[in-house]
């Protein structure tokens, strides 16, 4: 499978945790090959030929926002870019805050199976949990958008992972980008539309289950997350880590030692690690 990363800008703390998460995946000989999309490609050649980028500019930035200039609209096209380059492969897209824990096998046969994945399931629609999804829910409730019917049971799924099966990928991409466009042309609130796009494209073309058991994603907190990475990278250039080094020394993290979601200084988040 083709791991694949979306980065950009000049932003420092988006690259480091980019870094941090691939040296968690590429202890898994599943992975094929890793993809950066970016527009600041100097923030991967310390990872030789273990990394591909495949460059952008602010150009081609503004473009793949497309005809309503909604900004997410580029995760998709950043997959539909990857997929065109391995066409015979799946493809498993990460958001720069998640990690790796477990191991890819049971991914890798859902995979082979005609199966996808997303990182977990958040919500149907219809629950109401914040302003913008009360907004969703009264725009796009009841409507048929690209072939998709949208109800109350439509789930809203995190998209920190999107894995795409080989034999499926390019049919979800091209539903996915055009549930995006027809979407934006409601007055239906941004935030949330590529994201969802993705939830139900997934769910229409695939068997789509969850990833959360292999794989953690701490964007519920940040700080605590960066200033371990940040030692880290420190450490490593300090003592001279070659590429190797990183990926043993990433291996051996102790992932469960901070929360993944920080509510109070004793909430802790494990993750569930698949044997």
């Known amino acids: 499978m ?11 703390e988006n690259h480091y945790q980019a870094a941090f998460a691939i040296l968690s995946y590429l202890k898994d000989p599943l992975i094929e090959r890793v993809v950066v ?22 150009q081609t930035l503004t473009q793949w926002q497309g005809e309503f200039q909604f900004f997410w ?10 997929y065109a380059r391995y066409p015979l492969s ?20 859902h995979f082979a ?14 629950d109401n949990t914040d302003k913008t999804l009360r907004k969703m829910h009264r725009t796009l409730h009841g409507k048929t958008i690209a072939g998709v019917e949208i109800g109350d049971d ?3 799924w995190n998209a920190g992972v999107i894995g795409l099966c080989a034999q499926k990928a390019k049919s979800i991409i091209a539903l996915s980008l055009q549930l995006c466009d027809e979407i934006c ?13 993705f939830s139900l494209a997934l769910a229409q073309l695939s068997l789509l289950r969850a990833c959360d058991d292999v794989m953690g994603h701490y964007w519920g907190n940040k700080i605590e997350w960066n200033q371990a990475i940040m030692q880290f990278w420190v ?7 070659s590429v190797q080094d990183c990926v043993v020394t990433v291996s051996e993290w102790g992932w469960s030692a901070i929360a993944l979601h920080k509510k109070t200084a004793s909430y802790k988040c494990e993750i569930k690690m698949l044997d």
């Open 113 to 126: 199976q005609g199966g996808c994945v997303m990182h977990l399931a958040e919500c149907r629609l219809a």
């Open 2 to 12: 083709i791991l694949t990363l979306l980065t950009f800008g000049p932003r420092l």
């Open 37 to 58: 999309v970016t527009n600041y490609p100097a923030f991967y050649a310390f990872f030789a030929d273990r990394v591909d980028t495949l460059v952008i500019d602010e």
């Open 154 to 156: 439509s789930l809203m």
């Open 73 to 82: 609209r580029v995760k998709i096209k950043a997959l539909e870019a990857v």
């Open 235 to 241: 450490v490593a250039k300090l003592q001279n880590f």
């Open 185 to 197: 042309a409601t007055n239906c609130p941004r935030r949330l539309v590529e994201q969802f796009s």
């Open 90 to 109: 799946a493809l498993l897209y990460v958001d720069s805050d998640m990690f790796l824990a477990g191991n890819l096998t049971a991914l890798s046969s």
